[in-house]
């Protein structure tokens, strides 16, 4: 069956970094798409990367363009997120994405707090 498990995530300080991790199995992982999504206190699940399959193309959500960095490593089934210069407001809970066969899979999620 198809997992994702996130990790990676923490308290840091406005200005800091942190390097999130998804770690895939149960399905084609070199083949797929893989995306990023949060989720902060009182608001709607967002977008927030998106990877291709070989990892030659990423997308982000204007919010986090130029201070996240999504990849990936194919020989270990595993995607990240780096993410630089964090701002109170990427507080959120942080969610590994895939779909499969048309069906959307989610990992657990992983706290990122950003406060001084």
């Known amino acids: 069956q198809v997992q994702l498990v996130e990790s990676g995530g923490g308290l840091v300080q406005p200005g800091g970094s942190l390097r999130l991790s998804c770690a895939a199995s149960g399905f084609t992982f070199s083949y797929t798409h893989m995306m990023w999504y949060r989720q902060a206190p009182g608001k709607e699940r967002e977008f927030v990367a998106i990877i291709t399959p070989a990892g030659s193309t990423t997308n982000y959500a204007d919010s986090v363009k130029g201070r996240f960095t999504m990849s990936r490593d194919n020989a270990k089934n595993t995607v990240y997120l780096q993410m630089n210069s964090l701002k109170l407001e990427d507080t959120a809970v942080y969610y590994c994405?895939?779909?499969?066969?048309?069906?959307?899979?989610w990992g657990q999620g992983t706290q990122v707090t950003v406060s001084s």
């Open positions: 994405n895939t779909k499969v066969r048309a069906t959307d899979y």
